[in-house]
C-alpha cells in the first residue's frame, strides 16, 4: 500500500520506519527539517506539505501532539485532497471529542476513519511493539488492522468512534493513581524500616500488585530495570501523564464522573511538572512524596 505519514517525532518517526520495514511505500510529512530527514534514512519519501505526501495514498496515518493540530490538519489538508475511500488513522492522544468530530467530518467527506492511540513508548514505536487501542465503525477498524499490526504487537477495537481514545484515557487515569499509590507506599514501607526489595518480594506476590511495581517499579535497584535505574530519564515523561491525566478530567467532566483518585493524580501530576521536572519519567514522582513524607 502507499500511506502517507503525518508527524514523524519521538513516536511517529518508529512508526513510519515500520510501515516501511512491512514492505509499504511510506509518504511522510511533518513541520520539522530533522524529522524528515530521519524519515527519508528510513526509507520514507519526504513531502514538503501534507497536501502532497496525501496525493493518491490508500491510507492516511498521523501521530501529532494534540487534538487542535490533528483537526486543523485533517480539516485544511486531508479531507478533500486525499483519494475518496482512502482510510484514515490518527494514531495521537486527542480529547475524545474532536476524535469524533474528526471522524464525523471525513465520514461525510467520503472515508473511513478510525482513532487508534497506542499504550507504550518511544521503544515500543521504534520496535513496532505498541498496543493499538481503535475506535471507529467495524469496517473502518477491518480496514485499519492489517496497517497497525505492522506497528504494532496488538490491536484492538475498543468500540465506536471515539472509543480507542476514551480506551486510552481511561487506562492512563488508572496508570497515574497506581504509580502514585505504588510510590507512596514504598515511601512509607522505607520510613516503617522495612527492606524495600523485602517488601517488593511480597507485595509483588500479595494483593497489593500492580504494573506500576512489577513491570515499572518507582524504587532504583529493585524489580525489572527501569528508568528509576537511569535516574528516571527516558521513560514516559511527567508532561506526557499530566496531558492525558487533563484529558481523561476533561472526559470526566463531560459525562459526570466521579474520579476521586483520577483528580487527585492529575494534581499531583501538574504540582511536579510545574516544579520542573515534566522530563522525567512519571515515577519519579516518588522522590516528592519521600520528601513530603
Ligand atoms: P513529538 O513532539 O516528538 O512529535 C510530534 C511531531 O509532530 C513533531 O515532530 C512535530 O514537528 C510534528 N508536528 C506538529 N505539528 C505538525 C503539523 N501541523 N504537521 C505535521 N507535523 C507536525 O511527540 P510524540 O512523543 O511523538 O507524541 C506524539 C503523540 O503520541 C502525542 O499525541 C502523544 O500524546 C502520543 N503518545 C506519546 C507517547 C510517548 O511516550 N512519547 C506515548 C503514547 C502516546
Known sequence: MKIAFIGLGNMGGGMAANLVKAGHAVNAFDLSGEALSRAQENGCVTFTSVRDAVAGVDAVGSMLPNGKIVARVFADDVLGHAPQGAILLDCS??????????????????????????????????????????????????????????????????????????AKICNNMLLGASMIATCE??????????????????????????????????????GPTTPADNAYQGGFATALMLKDLKLAMEAAQSVNADVPMGARAAELYAQFDKAGNGGLDFSAIIQTLKDQA
Not at 189 to 198: C, H, I, P, S, V
Request: hydrophobic content about 45%.
Open 93 to 166: 492522544t486527542i480529547d475524545v471529542g474532536t476524535a469524533r468530530q474528526v471522524t464525523t467530518d471525513a465520514v461525510a467527506a467520503g472515508y473511513d476513519m478510525v482513532d487508534a492511540p497506542v499504550s507504550g513508548g518511544i521503544a515500543a514505536a521504534n520496535a513496532g511493539t505498541l498496543t493499538f487501542m481503535v475506535g471507529g465503525t467495524g469496517t473502518a477498524f477491518a480496514r485499519a488492522e492489517p496497517i497497525l499490526s505492522c506497528m504494532g504487537k496488538a490491536v484492538i477495537h475498543a468500540g465506536a468512534s471515539g472509543a480507542g481514545q476514551a
Open 185 to 222: 507506599t514504598f515511601a512509607m514501607a522505607e520510613k516503617l524500616g522495612l527492606d524495600l526489595q523485602t517488601f517488593y518480594d511480597i507485595s509483588s506476590k500479595a494483593s497489593g500488585q500492580n504494573w506500576s511495581m512489577t513491570s515499572y517499579c518507582p524504587v532504583p535497584g529493585v
